[in-house]
């Protein structure tokens, strides 16, 4: 086993005794969106590659860089680029970072990515918050679950039906309100292929009758290892392009426009990120009620 607990604890061991950070929120950055993690204070950086059992982030605009760092008075830790499935990385090595937080402390994990609308009321640039997921890859048995289960972790058969939570949902709901965003904050279900390509338009087409409102490459096993442990999970997408359910459209999507779009909104999105992680106390305090 290349995650055991035990390689978990050592780079968990190796991060402690090198950060005075102790993050309760974890963000992971989507494609384009590294700058939601530049405004923190009391800034600290470490590189992937130099992380025992970390992988490399091989994709354009994922940094490959771990940021330890406040917002307002939130510790939070960052991760600038993620793993995919596509790089050739086996899940449990996707995933290995988000048992890292858990062990570090972390209590609410953010995890944020680039994604195509398949919704016909999605428009290029809004936010979607994630309400739900389908796991096509697991479907197909590419689970970051499967094989011997570490009770230590979490049980063999977690539940998913409330993988989003509700009330975290529902703050960043009233932060957008507040900030005026309500007009392009959505909710809907987020489905993840394995990619690397872009879909054909009768998979769009499936994927949509299946009741997927967008579509990407990433975030499900994340989500599925975090909700496993414990963690608290809020998911916000960002639709950076309109994937083409009819045979007449011309689009043509590749990772530049994804990314043009995503760095043009990532201001947008950070400002409901902070206001969120400012005011994240007010859920733990709905929790404990
Ligand atoms: O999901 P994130 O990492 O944001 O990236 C999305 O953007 C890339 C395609 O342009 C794919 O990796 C897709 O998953
Ligand atoms: O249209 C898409 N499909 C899959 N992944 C994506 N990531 C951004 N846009 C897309």
Redo the contacts with the bound molecule.
């Keep these: 086993i290349c995650c055991s607990f035990e390689h978990c604890k050592f780079t968990t061991e190796w991060l402690l005794s090198r950060t005075r950070h102790r993050p309760k929120i974890a963000v992971v950055c989507g ?1 384009g969106l590294s700058l939601l993690a530049e405004s923190v204070s009391n800034k600290q950086v470490f590189r992937y590659e130099d992380i025992p059992n970390f992988s490399v982030s091989t994709v354009p605009s994922h940094d490959g860089h771990l940021v330890f760092g406040n917002v307002k008075d939130k510790s939070c830790v960052f991760m600038q680029g993620r793993f995919h499935l596509y790089e050739g990385y086996s899940l449990c090595k996707v995933t290995f970072p988000v048992r890292i937080f858990k062990l570090m402390g972390v209590e609410t994990i953010i995890v944020t ?5 398949l919704c016909q009321d999605f428009k290029v640039g809004d936010i979607m918050i994630i309400k739900d997921h389908i796991n096509l890859p697991g479907f197909a048995g590419q689970h970051p679950l499967c094989g011997p289960n570490d009770e230590r972790f979490g049980i063999r058969f977690p539940c998913m039906s409330d993988a989003y939570s509700k009330e975290l949902r529902k703050l960043v709901l009233n932060i957008s309100a507040e900030l005026g965003y309500s007009n392009f904050v959505r909710e809907g279900v987020y489905c993840m ?1 394995s ?1 690397p390509n ?2 054909t338009i009768a998979e ?1 087409r499936m994927l949509h009758i299946l009741g997927s409102d967008s ?3 990433s975030t499900v096993p994340e989500v599925t290892v975090a909700k496993h442990c414990g963690l608290r999970v809020l998911g916000l997408s960002l639709i ?2 309109k ?1 083409s359910l009819d045979y007449s459209r011309e689009e043509k ?1 590749n990772h530049e426009e ?1 990314l043009h779009i995503s760095k043009m909104r990532a201001e947008m999105l950070q400002k409901v990120l902070n206001t969120f992680i400012a005011r994240s106390h007010q859920v733990e305090a709905i929790n404990s009620n």
Excluded: L
């Design positions: 494609s990515n680039a994604s195509g609308g292929v990619g872009f879909e769009a579509v990407g490459m950076t392009n994937v999507v994804v």
